[in-house]
């Protein structure tokens, strides 16, 4: 057997865009023990897919705001010491920046990744024994794809295949058909407006007998859930949930509606019913993978509509 270990740490967007090159690599080699090294905020979404054997975390952002303390150095100690006793046969970067390789690195073992001109932050290249170029003008999912079928020596073949399942439907939510609005993202200049959540959510209550459930992350996505609530007809404001449980809500949903954050990407591997909204950022590179479910709307400049977003979710496959 041998022992393998992927390096991808963040964002939450980024590892479940690694999640079909595992499925792939998997699929050509079941023989494979695969381990994932993650920022411990993340570990749930490596943990998520089941075909990771372990999953091995790293504290980057803490540690560098404690860099001055000694706590953040012994803390590296114990995870450089773990790495070198795991003895991988071949560990692999995908993520390309200095973050990453630094601890990939500490490993010593082979290490593959992307070459100078593939790499988002090039001087990563530096530390990999063995380089690949690939396209950086590919989706996230097509790069990740493609370096591994470099890395293991296959050619990626299909559409990609993400490989996990929801799991249970949270305990909290009552039962019957539900809509989740994630309408919470890390910057203001991709939100949508909260009159198209209102006039949204009326629409899928009134005409389509669907309860909205409303996520949020921190104070001020959730004071925003309670005000689209109160205006909604029959809306649920989530209480605080982990990964694991955002990957049950967003799993057995009927429709999940979302602007440009990680959760999308989630609903959108999942396989229920996405209408994806960017209002700031380019689909064709952070978009959802467009499948008989899910669909990309908006782009740089351009605010969808109600009535697109409705459209489009009505021309998806098992949509009711």
């Not at 908006?298 to 949509?319: K, T």
Request: aromatic letters at 8%.
């Amino acid at each position: 057997m041998m022992n393998v270990l992927i390096v991808r740490t963040s964002s939450m967007g980024d590892l479940i865009h690694t999640w079909p090159a595992v499925t792939e690599l998997m699929t050509h080699y079941p023989n494979i023990r695969l381990s994932w090294l993650a920022e411990e905020s993340f570990a749930d979404i490596a943990r998520l897919h089941p075909q990771v054997a372990e999953v091995m975390t790293l504290r980057w952002r803490s540690w560098r705001k404690r860099l001055l303390q000694p706590s953040a150095w012994r803390e590296l100690r114990v995870l450089r010491q773990q790495l070198r006793e795991a003895r991988y046969d071949l560990v692999l970067d995908s993520q390309g920046l200095i973050k990453s390789a630094i601890p990939a690195r500490w490993t010593r073992a082979p290490l593959a990744g992307l070459d100078w001109s593939s790499a988002r932050e090039s001087l990563a290249s530096l530390f990999y024994d063995k380089k690949h170029t690939v396209s950086r003008q590919l989706s996230a999912i097509e790069r990740n794809r493609r370096l591994f079928g470099l890395c293991f020596g296959y050619v990626p073949e299909g559409p990609p295949q993400f490989g996990i399942r929801p799991g249970e439907r949270p305990a909290w939510m009552l039962s019957g058909r539900y809509a989740v609005l994630l309408h919470a993202t890390s910057r203001a200049s991709k939100e949508w407006p909260e009159e198209s959540w209102v006039a949204l959510g009326r629409e899928l209550s009134g005409r389509h007998d669907l309860v909205t459930v409303l996520p949020w992350g921190n104070e001020r996505e959730k004071a925003r859930a309670e005000r689209l609530a109160a205006r909604l007809p029959a809306a649920v404001v989530a209480p605080r949930i982990g990964l694991i449980e955002a990957a049950g809500l967003l799993g057995h949903a009927s429709a999940v509606i979302g602007v440009d954050t990680g959760l999308v990407h989630l609903a959108n591997a999942l396989n229920v019913p996405v209408a994806a909204i960017y209002t700031d950022t380019d689909p064709q590179q952070t978009g959802v993978v467009e499948t008989p479910w899910a669909t990309n709307l908006g782009n740089i400049g351009q605010c969808p509509s109600v009535d697109e977003v409705m459209a489009a979710l009505r021309s998806r496959r098992d949509w009711a």
